[in-house]
């Protein structure tokens, strides 16, 4: 898909990381044909990768063809958005649609092909690990291999797993192992599972338009409302998309939260430590991926902090150069624009300066 003619962005006073860009090996695109024209597939992955993988538009071959390429027309994109660079990570659903055994075992493939082309390429790619959070043990040794065998940094989880969220305790080893080996967690959008899709198919919004948001948002108050933060206090997740939302809620989370619990409504909604919104600026990261929106963004930053909001394309999915200039130019100091492109990723995912 051609980009309009639009200037080569010019050189910045920061370098541009893009911390929400996706790739997919071209072996698990065979594996989700073959779910696919299994019996019953998942009815949120039939729609959006099943659309991308056999529509014949320009945008979804763009699309394919793009989260293929971990090489020359990869680098030779970023180089024209004036993209420093990706921090790359399997593309939704990954593993996560497949069954657990043949999920770990694909998730370590798609690390060692991802860690190769960080290796090629050390200037422009850092990578995120992969893995089958249906199963935790498995997950928990690959983030472990990840991070101190292969060089990656950051853990990409896409949302829900077969309708099951990491809020469910027996997920909780994940959280262990990454905070054990200080390595953030992006939680990526999915389509809302089986048994919440319905509503959001019938009117075309079960994607990136709204229903990805709906339901990783819901994920992340699941996180926060299950204690995950008070038994992992050190652990870090990523929210890309302007926070899905969930900044722009703080303060009625906050209100209601509280009202809920001192109601003692719902069995599942014990006490907390903090509030919800303690938690989204303590163990929260958010990215502005999709958003190229400066009202949006400095409503992040004034709610975590300027030191938690950081850059994302969202490669190749909303491949836009005018994106760039677009952000180039919003007015906000020096500094904190500089955080925002460059040194907050650089010490969330360790990478050199």
């Not at 019953?40 to 990768?49: E, I, K, R, Y």
């Not at 770990?104 to 798609?110: S, T």
């Not at 390429?121 to 199963?135: E, K, L």
């Amino acid at each position: 898909m051609d980009q309009p003619k639009v200037p080569r962005p010019s050189t910045a006073p920061y370098t541009r990381i893009a911390t929400e860009e996706a790739f997919a090996p071209a072996e698990m695109i065979r594996i989700w044909k073959k779910i696919l024209a299994g019996p019953d597939p998942d009815p949120g992955f039939a729609s959006l990768m099943g659309f991308y993988m056999t529509s014949q538009a320009d945008r979804p071959r763009h699309v394919m063809a793009c989260l293929q390429e971990l090489g020359t027309m990869r680098l030779q994109h970023m180089d024209d958005a004036g993209i420093d660079r990706q921090v790359i990570a399997l593309t939704a659903p990954g593993v996560q649609v497949m069954d657990a055994e043949s999920g770990a075992a694909f998730a370590r493939v798609a690390n060692d092909e991802l860690a190769e082309a960080c290796r090629k390429h050390p200037t422009r790619f850092s990578g995120m690990i992969a893995v089958a959070p249906h199963s935790p043990a498995e997950a928990a040794k690959e983030i472990e291999r990840g991070v101190s065998k292969l060089g990656l940094s950051g853990v990409i989880i896409n949302s829900h797993t077969q309708g099951e969220y990491l809020s469910d305790s027996k997920f909780w080893e994940i959280f262990e192992a990454a905070q054990a080996h200080d390595t953030p967690i992006y939680l990526h959008p999915n389509t809302p599972p089986r048994q919440m899709i319905r509503p959001f198919l019938d009117a075309g919004l079960d994607g990136a338009i709204f229903g990805f948001a709906v339901e990783t948002g819901l994920h992340a108050l699941r996180l926060i409302t299950a204690g995950v933060f008070d038994r992992f206090p050190r652990l870090q997740v990523i929210l890309g998309h302007t926070g899905e939302a969930l900044p722009f809620w703080s303060y009625r989370l906050d209100y209601m939260h509280q009202a809920t619990v001192g109601a003692k409504r719902y069995e599942t909604m014990k006490p907390l430590k903090k509030r919800p919104s303690d938690y989204l600026r303590e163990n929260f990261h958010i990215t502005n991926s999709g958003v190229a929106w400066e009202p949006a963004i400095k409503l992040c930053q004034g709610v975590v902090g300027t030191d938690r909001v950081l850059y994302a394309m969202d490669y190749p999915y909303q491949y836009s150069i005018e994106e760039v200039h677009i952000l180039d130019r919003m007015q906000m100091g020096p500094d904190v624009k500089k955080a925002f492109f460059q040194t907050n990723a650089e010490h969330l995912f360790k990478i050199p300066a």
